[in-house]
């Protein structure tokens, strides 16, 4: 035995673990030798071991910003602000900065101003000012007006929000009223002629793009929409001409070229799609779960099968819950309804609006997915419910037997249910129109009864707006009462809604 045989048994083997500083420092070491590619590596490594840490994604943002990839750069911004840390103003800058080089030009002017607004003796002060000076300079050669867009972000943004829940009255008198303060907003038109197309008033909706149209000719959105419509509606002449015209469209920024090729998509013309959605990711466009399925469904209808099951994966990266809704995966009937899509109720039980939280507790109270990890954080650390919908939760959860007078709200809402399910983008206006009265109702102190004559007058008013044919005669049948009730509840709803 060798004399030191007795020190090589004692010996320890110390295993070592890197932590997310030792990879973020060799990251820095590599950015500072312009080494970018390496640096990349080491602070994605860093993200993934600390990845609550603001200071490793903001530089990993950097690095993305200096080799090209402004998509990317503007994804971990995104997340730094929404999710990590919202006072570092920086990252508006950086935003700002990424949006100028893709040549979206409002998205950088909101971004440069936003970082002034909140650090105006910032480190990049000086290079947001020579920034928003380009930015108006380029504004001016195309002649959009930046300062108005800026100023109705806000407006924006909550129309949007209404339009995407599905609630169409809301949307259509936020929109009206951007249209009547900025006669020339074509976002507001152009979501208007949608809302309208969405409740079924599907003459207003033509009308209104065609009006976009006439005022601004060549406007993108416009066209996107009035094929949509078309398609809909099975005008395949018109689909054929206006396709026709969009192909030989060559748009510069993202957003439209992402509203080309979810349009192209949406009436079945995968090839084109396909094409204007991979030109933005080689792009670096920071595409989100939605921009992907569409990615996935065009390949697969395409029978590129390896790209389509990549596109997925990064879907369900992105949103986890849309697992087992893949494109080619059989969907069981009603199972793509609104209240079995767990991302759908998450988004309706955070909203804003009450009667929007209401609708979300009833898609709560039929979805196949109680047990999901997302939708009991959403339901147990909700501070935005009310006493009200506190007690309708609570009438949700033991399934009836605590008795409160939301008992009446459910009753009519399970009425509803029987005739008019899976709730789809459609059918969610009809939900809205009852939430929306129960919950002014009971701002006014009402004392709600007959629940068979509130049904019936929430459907008759609901198939009015969608300019469908159904008289209160038909009404009154649906729900076993007469026409002298429908005509005083419907007056009731009426008074209610306005």
Not at 190 to 205: I, P, V
Not at 247 to 268: C, E, H, S, W
């Amino acid at each position: 035995m060798s004399k030191n045989s007795k020190y090589e048994q004692q010996a320890k083997i110390f295993a070592f673990h890197p932590t997310g500083e030792y990879y973020f420092s060799k990251g820095l070491k590599a950015y500072h030798r312009r080494d970018l590619y390496k640096a990349k590596k080491y602070l994605e490594r860093a993200m993934e071991l600390e990845p609550l840490e603001p200071i490793i994604a903001c530089q990993l943002a950097i690095v993305c910003t200096d080799i090209g990839e402004y998509g990317y750069s503007n994804t971990i911004l995104e997340n730094i602000i929404t999710d990590l840390d919202p006072f570092m103003s920086e990252c508006h800058y950086f935003l700002a900065n990424n949006f100028a080089h893709l040549g979206m030009i409002k998205d950088a002017y909101l971004h440069a101003n936003k970082y002034l607004k909140l650090d105006n003796k910032g480190e990049f002060t000086d290079d947001a000012e020579d920034l928003l000076d380009l930015l108006t300079m380029e504004s001016m050669e195309s002649g959009e007006d930046l300062e108005e867009y800026d100023s109705t972000a806000t407006e924006r943004e909550e129309a949007r929000s209404l339009l995407e829940a599905g609630n169409f009255p809301k949307a259509i008198a936020a929109l009206q009223k951007m249209i009547d303060d900025q006669p020339e907003s074509w976002f507001a038109y152009n979501n208007l002629a949608l809302a309208y197309f969405y409740s079924g008033n599907k003459e207003e909706a033509f009308r209104t793009v065609e009006e976009v149209l006439e005022k601004n000719p060549g406007n993108l959105h416009g066209l996107c929409n009035l094929v949509v419509f078309h398609h809909y509606e099975k005008n395949m002449d018109r689909v054929v001409e206006i396709v026709s015209a969009l192909m030989k469209v060559r748009p510069i920024n993202f957003d439209q070229q992402y509203k080309l090729g979810a349009t192209f998509a949406l009436i079945g013309r995968f090839d084109l799609a396909y094409m204007w959605l991979k030109h933005l990711q080689k792009n670096g466009f920071a595409g989100d779960d939605t921009f992907y399925y569409w990615v996935s469904t065009c390949a697969y209808h395409l029978g590129y099968e390896q790209s389509a099951h990549k596109a997925w994966k990064k879907v369900i990266e992105l949103n986890p819950d849309k697992a087992g809704l893949e494109p080619w995966g059989e969907i069981v009937s009603g199972i793509n309804g609104f209240e079995h899509q767990v991302p759908v109720v998450v988004k309706k039980l955070e909203s804003d609006l009450t009667e929007e939280r209401l609708f979300g507790l009833f898609l709560y109270k039929h979805c196949f997915h109680k047990d999901n990890t997302a939708l009991i954080e959403a339901i147990k650390s909700n501070d935005r419910f009310t006493e009200m919908e506190k007690a309708y939760l609570s009438f949700i959860e033991s399934n009836g037997s605590v008795n409160n007078d939301t008992y009446f709200l459910d009753i009519v809402a399970e009425m509803l249910y029987t005739r008019y399910n899976p709730i789809t983008l459609v059918e969610a206006g009809l939900y809205f129109i009852w939430f929306s009265v129960w919950e002014e109702g009971k701002k006014a102190q009402m004392a709600f009864s007959n629940p068979s004559a509130w049904a019936a007058a929430v459907v008759y008013t609901w198939r009015k707006m969608r300019n469908e044919q159904l008289s209160q005669k038909e009404a009154a049948q649906m729900f076993d009462v007469s026409v002298s009730t429908i005509q005083k509840y419907v007056k009731k709803v009426n008074g209610l809604l306005h």
